[in-house]
């Protein structure tokens, strides 16, 4: 799913109302009863807690007072708070103000002393500013909104909370709404995926409100959200008369003393991802663990006992990763720098050995076009420098890829996979249980198994951040967050395939 910004977003509002022949004002009507249909579902038994909707100058106050409106047909007990208009009220919001039913008190908002008190059994819905916004909020709004945050109320955002921007960066001192919800119309916001802006936007849900398709499939952008459409056209059947030779032979340089539990996980998820033979390459120390845990694995060990200091012959594999508890051994450098100077095979470099390679810039010059580097942001950063934010990180991403020609996942809430193209596709799937150790080393065996599959490299990612999130999410439902380990995602990606198949049909 693409990812508009702002400008575009409107493009998108405007081509739709003129070509659909639908006047701006019934679009704002589908965006109103959109929302409330999704506000009833989540707040239903409750027709006791006052709703307090406020409302801006702009078509988002417009969206407030449609909301309100709807909201007291449905017998909810709201009362609607107006922003005094700069210059003039946007006209859609003007027409709904009119059809707004004269028994919800309407009061106007010019100093502080006319915010009502916010006590913690409200619901506030933030209509005040949405993609709009163009410049910092100042003055008296900015009470209002300190008194928003500080209430325990509960606070819904329309569209955007209120202050931030929707594709731009927010001083750290900007005045945002923190929304507990935010409900947003037809595609996801740059905003709504960096980490920086969780605390304003909360628990994020769009939903449909029939801006034009093809409009939207012709527009240039570089942000794309991986939700199941993408994945489920690049998901490829078995075909019948297969064998193993079909699926391609992954070579995994994984482990040290103490950290063959990385090169078990990462080996097991590479085999549950449907490569066709691995061979793992690992310390002598490993050897029997590996035999032991992972038996559809062939496993080659190193001369030495508790570390990597050489490679196998690297001729017979289509897909080399590398990387899970590999550790900084003096020979396990020579080695990694021995492996970029002499494959051309695209590499999936992780941990310890994206640690070797961010501290020496000859490295990085010399990584094979097409690999794939999966650093979570530390990582990312000994790679890169220090970004400023995260619209700069994203920068950064961007020169990196272009730089080096390969291709980057970092890793997070929303995983960011970054192009030599310059495009980003963020990820929809996964849960906060992930967050614990060896879920990575899952990720590097997973892409490297689609390497090895003949997947491009741009398909291995989307499709291994996909399936990664996904048994991550499927391992929830059964034993929520907190007792989730990376073993349960590697349970759990037969059927996160399967999932995704069904998707395909
Ligand atoms: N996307 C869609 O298809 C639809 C979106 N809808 C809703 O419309 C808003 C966007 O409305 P817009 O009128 O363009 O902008 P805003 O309401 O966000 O604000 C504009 C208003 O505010 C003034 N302004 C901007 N920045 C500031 C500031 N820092 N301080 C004070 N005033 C400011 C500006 O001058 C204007 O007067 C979108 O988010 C949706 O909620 C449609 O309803 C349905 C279709
Ligand atoms: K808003």
């Not at 936007?201 to 794309?224: C, H, K, M, R």
């Not at 690992?282 to 050897?287: E, L, T």
């Not at 990763?321 to 990694?336: C, F």
């Not at 000859?362 to 400023?388: D, M, V, Y």
Request: a negative charge; charged letters at 15%.
């Amino acid at each position: 799913m693409k990812i508009l910004s702002a400008a575009q977003t409107r493009a998108a509002d405007a081509f739709t109302a003129e070509q659909e022949n639908i006047p701006s004002l019934a679009l704002m009507e589908r965006a109103a009863s959109a929302f409330v249909g999704w506000f009833e579902n989540k707040f239903y038994t409750n027709r006791v807690q006052p709703i307090l909707i406020f409302c801006g100058p702009g078509n988002n106050g417009g969206d407030g007072l449609a909301i309100a409106r709807l909201l007291y047909q449905h017998h909810y007990p709201v009362q609607v708070f107006i922003l005094p208009a700069a210059h003039t009220y946007a006209p859609d919001f003007t027409a709904n103000l009119q059809r707004l039913p004269d028994e919800i008190i309407k009061t106007y908002l010019h100093t502080k002393t006319d915010c009502p008190e916010i006590s913690d059994k409200t619901i506030v819905v933030d209509a005040l500013f949405g993609t709009g916004l163009n410049r910092p909020l100042t003055g008296f709004i900015t009470e209002l909104i300190t008194q928003i945050n500080s209430s325990s109320a509960t606070v819904v955002a329309v569209d955007m909370p209120s202050g931030l921007f929707t594709d731009a960066h927010n001083k750290l001192t900007d005045c945002i709404v923190q929304a507990d919800y935010t409900l947003s119309f037809e595609l996801p916001k740059i905003a709504f995926l960096l980490p920086g802006n969780a605390r304003y936007v909360g628990d994020w849900t769009i939903v449909p409100i029939g801006l034009n398709a093809e409009f939207i499939s012709q527009i240039e952008s570089p942000y794309f959200f991986i939700s199941s459409d993408i994945p489920a056209t690049i998901l490829k059947p078995r075909p019948k008369y297969s064998h193993k030779g079909t699926f391609g032979h992954a070579l995994l340089i994984s482990g040290s003393y103490g950290k063959i539990g990385a090169t078990v996980l990462s080996a097991k998820a590479c085999l549950r991802s449907g490569v066709g033979l691995l061979t793992v390459h690992c310390p002598a120390a490993g050897y029997t663990i590996l035999q032991t845990a992972v038996p559809e694995a062939m496993t080659l060990t190193d001369k030495e006992a508790d570390f990597i200091s050489e490679l196998p012959d690297l001729s017979i594999y289509n897909a080399i990763g590398i990387g899970p508890g590999l550790g900084k051994h003096p020979a396990t450098r020579q080695m990694v720098k021995h492996l970029l100077n002499t494959t051309q095979v695209p590499l999936v470099i992780d941990a310890d050995a994206l640690n070797i390679i961010a501290e020496d810039e000859n490295l990085k010059n010399a990584l094979p076009p097409n690999s794939i580097l999966t650093p979570h942001p530390k990582e990312f950063e000994r790679l890169t420098g220090k970004a400023e934010n995260d619209y700069h990180r994203l920068d950064l991403l961007k020169e990196f890829c272009q730089k080096h020609s390969c291709y980057v996942v970092l890793k997070g809430a929303h995983s960011c996979i970054g192009t030599p193209a310059g495009a980003y596709y963020f990820n929809g799937t996964g849960n906060p249980g992930m967050a614990t150790g060896g879920t990575g080393d899952v990720l590097t065996g997973i892409i490297t198994a689609l390497i090895a599959q003949q997947y491009s490299a741009l398909d291995a990612c989307i499709l291994g951040v996909y399936l990664h999130g996904s048994a991550g999410d499927i391992a929830k439902m059964e034993m929520g967050e907190q007792a989730l380990l990376a073993s349960d995602l590697i349970q759990n990606l037969g059927k996160a395939f399967l999932k995704c198949s069904y998707l395909t049909k």
